[in-house]
């Protein structure tokens, strides 16, 4: 009785197929290249918002209305903002420049801060269906580029829209990122060395609960009390009547975000190389290539965990506000001109439509209905009998 072979029972003898199966699984794209691609995306995606931003009519200083702010608040900020810019230009001396400088070596840190050094561009995003935060619009400012990504729905004109202190909040997206982002790491590498029977799933736990509580010290009992930013309309957890409001999501997801990063920067391969590296030796490009390959992948990666880490849930908080503050509604340099007194928007709360930009029907602060000029009613239509 002849016997057939396993290959050839799957018909798969003398036919070529094995070598044409291994062909494919080396050509295989590695994953670095589909993660470099989706951060040059990304990032030609920012240059072409930002220009037109810059060319257009959107580019103006947003005023801080009649309200003056305490003046110890006002010397705060012009102290922090020069302040923070050093601080992210050291950040980036001593990730990038030093390594290059003592070894000519690009490290995952040096990828990692050139990264985040553009994550500023996706920081007014959660506001795209509706406000839920504001700047302080005493920080330098010249608006911001919200209006310019296409579709935005939130309420914005020249000199009335969402403010974007550049000075202050770029470099903060470098220096508190990666405060984070070693923290994080710091603490998973600690728990693992006292407690060596846990879990991947639970170091990023432990990790979890420290940047939690980073940013409720950063955020809730610094930053918010001295009016840099403020989270009117977010679910509150701390001083829920203040101006400086605590709301729990932005803890939450701040967290989430956090915990992504340094998870991306702690479990690495053997080659030091991060998740998204992987399949770099596969590459047949220059070492100078193969740097700018790893720093889009990196890009891509720390970009979609702020996306959705933090945009897409808090975007959701955006649509449905909670009613923001009566402290925080009488401080005009709060407000940034998208709602209350001075303007024809009743702020964010249950019940209050959501503004679609500066054409949809809204109610004003007094609760009357604003129809603007050129806005077609609906007529009623009947049903066909």
């Not at 044409?20 to 990304?42: C, D, M, N, Q, S």
């Not at 579709?151 to 202050?168: D, F, R, S």
């Not at 909670?322 to 940034?336: A, E, F, I």
């Not at 249950?350 to 000029?373: E, M, Y």
Request: proline fraction near 7%.
């Amino acid at each position: 009785m002849a016997v057939t072979s396993p290959e050839q029972g799957l018909g798969l003898a003398h036919t070529g197929a094995r070598p044409a199966v291994a062909e494919r699984v080396r050509r295989e794209t590695p994953a670095i290249k589909l993660w470099a691609f989706l951060g040059a995306l990304i990032l030609a995606f920012e240059l072409y918002v930002l220009i037109s931003w810059i060319s257009g009519p959107y580019f103006k200083h947003v005023a801080a209305g009649p309200t003056a702010e305490p003046g110890w608040m006002r010397t705060v900020q012009d102290i922090w903002q020069p302040a923070g810019v050093i601080a992210a230009l050291f950040c980036l001396y001593w990730f990038i420049a030093r390594p290059w400088i003592r070894d000519r070596a690009v490290t995952t840190d040096s990828l990692m801060v050139a990264a985040f050094a553009t994550l500023w561009f996706e920081d007014p995003l959660s506001a795209y269906y509706g406000h839920w935060f504001t700047y302080n619009a005493n920080l330098i400012n010249f608006g911001s580029w919200v209006h310019s990504v296409p579709t935005w729905m939130a309420y914005e004109k020249p000199g009335h829209m969402l403010v974007e202190p550049i000075v202050l909040i770029a470099p903060v997206y470098v220096y508190f990122i990666v405060v984070g982002t070693l923290l994080g790491s710091f603490v998973m590498r600690r728990a693992a060395a006292r407690w060596p029977h846990l879990s991947t799933l639970q170091l990023i736990g432990i990790c979890f609960g420290a940047m939690a509580l980073l940013d409720l010290v950063a955020e809730g009992l610094i930053w918010l009390p001295l009016g840099f930013w403020e989270y009117p309309g977010g679910i509150g957890m701390l001083f829920p009547s203040t101006y400086h409001k605590f709301p729990i999501n932005e803890m939450l997801t701040i967290a989430t975000t956090f915990t992504g990063i340094a998870c991306l920067r702690h479990f690495r391969d053997d080659h030091g190389r991060t998740l998204v590296e992987r399949g770099l030796d596969r590459l047949k490009v220059s070492r100078g290539a193969q740097v700018g390959i790893r720093f889009l992948a990196v890009a891509g990666a720390v970009h979609l965990i702020l996306f959705l880490g933090y945009n897409v849930p808090n975007s959701f908080i955006g649509a449905h506000s909670r009613p923001w503050p009566k402290d925080l509604q009488q401080r005009s340099y709060l407000t940034d001109g998208v709602c209350g007194a001075g303007t024809d928007n009743a702020c964010p709360g249950p019940g209050i439509p959501l503004n679609r930009g500066t054409s949809s029907i809204r109610i004003d602060p007094n609760g009357r209905l604003v129809v603007p000029a050129g806005t077609t009613l609906p007529t009623l239509v009947p049903f066909k009998r």
